[in-house]
């Protein structure tokens, strides 16, 4: 990882660390939701490779939720450290495949994807990634949502995101996880901004943090 990279993840991990509300705070999944991550989310992992997953309660609905999620076609939606968006091919259903281009500084430039499962029965979308100039090889997601009590005691939902990698050239299984694990909350953290909006159609939603023409998607 270079200077720039390094200089990148620091910000990102200095993001997490000013906020005043808890990010990350659940004492316990309940049955359900173990059973969710364990018939969705067990992902096989070889030895060079890293393996985690992170979970996030969000104040608002999972039908919500899922709608801004499954934009395969429109990952910055939510994803703020993405520029833009192309498909290569279909039309956002499994099979589909993108190209998508990262922030200056993030270690890599560009990614090309395929969706390989969207659920929306169970609100489950499943993406690897082909290639592109990136730190992240044999990488395979897998995202859920689903509706539940918060520890508030208000209504909301979880979302659950995990995934698969390979441990790039000169990294620790630890480093890889750190990195990933920084990239993952703070799309999670944006995804909760977006959906604790006043509620609209999905093709309205735009990361607020994307206002250049340069972020402009042209899928």
Wanted: glycine fraction near 6%.
């Amino acid at each position: 990882m270079d200077s720039e990279e390094t200089d990148t993840i620091v910000r990102m991990e200095r993001e997490f660390k000013s906020r005043q509300e808890p990010i990350y705070y659940l004492a316990s999944l309940n049955a359900a939701e173990e059973e969710r991550i364990r018939r969705f989310h067990t992902q096989e992992s070889r030895s060079h490779q890293a393996r985690g997953f992170i979970y996030k309660e969000i104040e608002a609905p999972s039908d919500h939720v899922w709608k801004v999620l499954r934009q395969f076609d429109r990952p910055q939606a939510y994803k703020e450290f993405l520029v833009g968006c192309s498909m290569i091919e279909g039309d956002g259903t499994p099979g589909s495949i993108r190209h998508v281009r990262l922030q200056s500084g993030l270690p890599g430039k560009d990614s090309i994807e395929q969706l390989e499962l969207l659920d929306d029965e169970n609100k489950v979308l499943s993406f690897r990634i082909l290639g592109g100039e990136h730190r992240l090889q044999n990488y395979t997601s897998v995202s859920s949502v689903v509706d539940r009590t918060l520890t508030n005691g208000r209504s909301g939902s979880l979302v659950i995101e995990s995934y698969v990698v390979d441990i790039p050239e000169g990294n620790t299984e630890h480093q890889t996880i750190a990195m990933v694990n920084t990239l993952i909350r703070t799309h999670l953290l944006s995804l909760e901004r977006i959906t604790k909006l006043e509620p609209r159609e999905p093709s309205e939603l735009s990361n607020p943090r994307l206002k250049s023409p340069a972020a402009t998607s042209t899928c």
